[in-house]
């Protein structure tokens, strides 16, 4: 009997919002019987990878504040959103997102009286031409903790990214079976089964402020989005 070739991929559990979502890629033989090799099954890991331009850079940083009492903590942190929130809006940030507060006791030491600490996450997008400002005009302030800073690629070319990094992962699969299969005598290789197995990876660079140094947007590392899958295939 001759094996049965691959008739159709489905994907599942797919995020919608994600350039390349954990989907899961299934060998659907008609009628629903069992994959079925009579030769040699082969099963190998194809990958790729794909540098992009980034057109924005995705920004995260913690907010905090210490006071006597839980009042005074929170009003504190209220003063520093508010400047944090101006300093953003003249950057042009878009995307913005605001978590609500926790707050927590801190214990006395020896050092220091026992005090109320709040803080919150502030997120957003903005141009990588004002990497400069934000971590000197936002990172400067008063109870602000910079998170690294990822590059986000222009969504536009999300789908012709998604379509070269399959056929580039599938097409790593496929030579290294050929390769395999020619290396114990045979001669043929045909698909059974591929398993995606992940997606985009973005660069980080941590974003510190400093007096001195200076921070180039040229110098972050552009977005790379990357593939992987797991393919058997039947050798004969």
Not at 116 to 133: D, H
Not at 229 to 235: G, K, M, N, V
Request: with cysteine; glycine share 6%; charged share 20%.
């Amino acid at each position: 009997m001759k094996p049965r070739a691959l008739s159709a991929l489905s994907t599942a559990a797919c995020l919608p919002a994600s350039l390349l979502p954990a989907c899961l890629l299934l060998a659907r033989p008609a009628l629903a019987q069992p994959l079925r090799c009579d030769g040699t099954a082969v099963e190998v890991r194809g990958s790729a990878e794909l540098k992009r331009a980034a057109d924005r850079l995705r920004f995260s940083l913690e907010l905090q504040s210490e006071a006597p009492g839980n009042a005074a903590a929170l009003a504190q942190l209220q003063t520093r959103l508010a400047a944090v929130r101006n300093a953003l809006q003249a950057l042009q940030v878009s995307e913005l997102e605001v978590s609500s507060p926790t707050t927590w006791s801190r214990p006395a030491t020896k050092q220091q009286p026992a005090a109320i600490q709040a803080r919150l996450q502030v997120s957003g997008e903005l141009a990588p031409a004002r990497l400069q400002a934000l971590i000197r005009q936002v990172g400067g302030l008063p109870g602000v903790q910079l998170a690294p800073v990822n590059t986000q690629p222009s969504a536009g070319g999300d789908a012709a990214a998604r379509r070269q990094l399959l056929k580039g992962a599938y097409q790593d699969a496929l030579t290294q079976a050929r390769d395999l299969a020619d290396a114990i005598g045979l001669r043929t290789v045909t698909p059974l089964s591929v398993v995606l197995e992940g997606g985009m990876r973005p660069m980080l660079m941590r974003a510190v402020a400093s007096e001195s140094a200076g921070f180039d947007p040229a110098e972050l590392p552009g977005p790379v989005d990357r593939l992987a899958l797991q393919a058997t295939f039947c050798a004969r």
